[in-house]
T-cell receptor, first 119, second 112 residues
Framework: DTGVSQDPRHKITKRGQNVTFRCDPI?????LYWYRQTLGQGPEFLTY????????KSRLLSDRFSAERPKGSFSTLEIQRTEQGDSAMYLC?????????????????FGAGTRLSVL | GQQLNQSPQSMFIQEGEDVSMNCTSS?????WLWYKQDPGEGPVLLIA???AGELTSNGRLTAQFGITRKDSFLNISASIPSDVGIYFC????????????WGAGTKLIIKP
């Protein structure tokens, strides 16, 4: 399988603990995105990387959240001192922008997500 | 926060019926995307639209990019049980680092 993979699929933790999630993008994709999704809502953008550079962070990404993509391949998202409000599905997506005659095609392909439950 | 209005919020239909859902925005987009999400899984791309007025099909699915670039619809013909799930529209601008702006989803339920 050469799609986006995320690990773990599920994480249960106690409030105040730190958690780390991993995302492996599609191998030739240079862009990697993190989203958070709560029940009944669409995904909300958190941050994205082009290669190893983190180019944009949402204001949703508080100081307790940090993301890295050290070698421009896999990425990690860490949440420190988790709170119950952090409970959500964390989705990773990757893409490779392609210029065409009609504009830029930049399709984001998603992993299956990591479901975080903070007790 | 989300800027797309997606409707309906949910649909209860009989197997074999056609389904229609749409998204509208106060802003224009360069690309419209439709994804389907099953419980506990990530969104899966169904159709991508790149030009105003474009009509694209993928099997029993048909989607159109509105002429004003502020709306899109998705039709599913002859629904089957595996069509159950949540359908999301997403708009994308080329000058916004390609961020996706999402609708809140349309939940499709097929009555037994």
């Amino acid at each position: 399988d050469t799609g986006v993979s995320q690990d773990p699929r599920h994480k249960i933790t106690k409030r105040g603990q730190n958690v780390t999630f991993r995302c492996d993008p599609i191998s030739e994709h240079n862009r990697l995105y993190w989203y958070r999704q709560t029940l009944g809502q669409g995904p909300e953008f958190l941050t994205y990387f082009q290669n190893e550079a983190q180019l944009e962070k949402s204001r949703l990404l508080s100081d307790r959240f940090s993301a890295e993509r050290p070698k421009g391949s896999f990425s990690t998202l860490e949440i420190q001192r988790t709170e119950q409000g952090d409970s959500a599905m964390y989705l990773c997506a990757s893409s490779f922008p392609i210029p065409t005659d009609t504009g830029i095609k930049n399709i984001q392909y998603f992993g299956a997500g990591t479901r975080l439950s903070v007790l | 926060g989300q800027q797309l209005n997606q409707s309906p919020q949910s649909m209860f239909i009989q197997e074999g019926e056609d389904v229609s859902m749409n998204c509208t925005s106060s802003s224009i987009f360069n690309t419209w995307l439709w994804y389907k999400q099953d419980p506990g899984e990530g969104p899966v791309l169904l159709i991508a639209l790149y030009k105003a007025g474009e009509l694209t099909s993928n099997g029993r699915l048909t989607a159109q990019f509105g002429i004003t670039r502020k709306d899109s619809f998705l039709n599913i013909s002859a629904s089957i049980p595996s069509d159950v799930g949540i359908y999301f529209c997403a708009g994308q601008l080329w000058d916004s680092n390609y961020q996706l702006i999402w609708g809140a989803g349309t939940k499709l339920i097929i009555k037994p």
